[in-house]
């Protein structure tokens, strides 16, 4: 009898724990889905790609002698940012915005994602997820690239700095690409903030 009233309280508690919880909210929502891949929540990832451009278009267009809506375009923010978030070292705590934080533990709930013990990276890089992602990037040499040292287990970010560097635009323009460069240099940094 004691089990039962134990399993009584402990589902009553869930019941009033889960309902406290707030559901979480789309900013994005209006906007067009960017990437279709299968195996994590396309909705979250598109979230996630519209709220690290604009949490970097905000923070560098904070940064910029002309912080004015007109000032600097996401691509230059995306520029600036690149830079320093290729190779880890950009200033996350400071360019993260709320909402982005919430997407972030949303997005830590897409377990096939990450990788619970990381080497040199919280990516999981051989997810089903991610491999869509990266054949589907359209610089055909940048997917090789990602594919041969993810195959030798020695992807990360700080290799590819340079590679990000140099296709700035193609970011912007190939929203695959984009995503990639969000979750490997943006996100998965966040995962341990």
């Given at each position: 009898m004691n089990r039962f009233y134990n399993v009584i309280i402990g589902c009553f508690f869930l019941l009033i724990t889960s309902a406290c919880n707030e559901p979480f909210e789309y900013k994005y929502n209006d906007k067009p889905m960017q990437v279709s891949c299968s195996g994590a929540n396309e909705k979250l990832l598109n979230e996630a790609l519209y709220s690290f451009f604009d949490d970097i278009t905000v923070y560098y267009r904070s940064k910029s002698n002309d912080p004015s809506e007109s000032g600097m375009s996401t691509y230059e923010a995306y520029a600036n940012y690149v830079y320093a978030g290729a190779l880890g070292d950009a200033d996350y705590k400071s360019i993260v915005s709320e909402h982005?934080?919430?997407?972030?533990?949303?997005?830590r709930k897409e377990t096939q994602l990450w990788d619970k013990k990381p080497a040199m990276s919280n990516l999981n890089y051989k997810s089903e997820f991610l491999n869509c992602l990266i054949n589907n990037i359209k610089d055909k040499d940048m997917v090789a690239t990602i594919q041969a040292l993810t195959s030798a287990n020695s992807m990360t970010p700080k290799l590819m700095a340079d590679r990000f560097r140099l296709s700035t635009k193609a970011a912007l323009v190939d929203s695959n690409y984009g995503m990639y460069i969000?979750?490997?240099t943006y996100y998965q940094y966040l995962f341990d903030l």
């Open positions: 982005t934080k919430n997407v972030m533990k949303e997005l969000a979750l490997d």
